[in-house]
T-cell receptor, first 116, second 113 residues
Framework: DAKTTQPPSMDCAEGRAANLPCNHS???????VYWYRQIHSQGPQYIIH???NNETNEMASLIITEDRKSSTLILPHATLRDTAVYYC?????????????????FGQGTILTVHP | SQTIHQWPATLVQPVGSPLSLECTVEGTSNPNLYWYRQAAGRGLQLLFYSVGIGQISSEVPQNLSASRPQDRQFILSSKKLLLSDSGFYLCAWRGWHGTDTQYFGPGTRLTVL
């Protein structure tokens, strides 16, 4: 699975958009980009994932560059409750030849602090 | 809908004592199950995974073991705890088909003294 690089920390004002970058320059064609977050003292929470196209759900939007070497997670209107560690993970989908047990490798992530 | 439970939520144990942490999943069948550990200020480390009853694979050597006695039950155990076993233990599940999205439980915070 491709390695990812994220800034160690970011700040965002409440109500503004939070844009969290992730670099995955060695990503291969069958690897997906997953985003999770972990609020303090809780288990990680799945946010969104994508392969090539931009994706949006009720939590966030995922923008993947055309060359797929980087992506940005966008929280459109950040709240104080969005303060968490955000993890960007790249892996091959199980149905595309990835490991059958679906291992996720978590890096150090980005600590996002949303302030009033 | 699917839910995942872990207990206990917190645990303080002396060095050398045994350990049993339990994880159960509701609302799905034949899930893949995972045990992760997160040491203070560190990332998540996969300890064990299971693709079915009685099928356990270990990712890292340690004095912990895992068992899956029922389809939706995953247990993490130790015969003798070490100080280095302290951490936040997380259980997760994934459907056996579809995406690789994993869903995590609330975790157990273990302190070994």
């Amino acid at each position: 699975d491709a390695k990812t690089t994220q800034p160690p920390s970011m700040d965002c004002a409440e109500g503004r958009a939070a844009n969290l970058p992730c670099n995955h320059s060695t990503i291969s064609g069958n690897e997906y980009v997953y985003w999770y977050r972990q609020i303090h003292s809780q288990g990680p929470q799945y946010i969104i994932h994508g392969l090539k196209n931009n994706e949006t759900n009720e939590m966030a939007s995922l923008i993947i560059t055309e060359d797929r070497k980087s992506s940005t997670l966008i929280l459109p209107h950040a709240t104080l409750r969005d303060t968490a560690v955000y993890y960007c993970i790249v892996r091959v989908a199980t149905n595309a030849g990835g490991t059958s047990y679906g291992k996720l490798t978590f890096g150090q992530g980005t600590i996002l602090t949303v302030h009033p | 809908s699917q839910t995942i439970h872990q207990w206990p939520a917190t645990l303080v144990q002396p060095v050398g004592s045994p350990l049993s942490l339990e994880c159960t999943v509701e609302g799905t069948s034949n899930p893949n199950l995972y045990w992760y550990r997160q040491a203070a200020g560190r990332g998540l480390q996969l300890l064990f995974y299971s693709v079915g009853i009685g099928q356990i694979s270990s990712e890292v050597p340690q004095n912990l073991s895992a068992s899956r006695p029922q389809d939706r039950q995953f247990i993490l155990s130790s015969k003798k705890l070490l100080l280095s076993d302290s951490g936040f233990y997380l259980c997760a599940w994934r459907g056996w088909h579809g995406t690789d999205t994993q869903y995590f439980g609330p975790g157990t915070r273990l302190t070994v003294l």
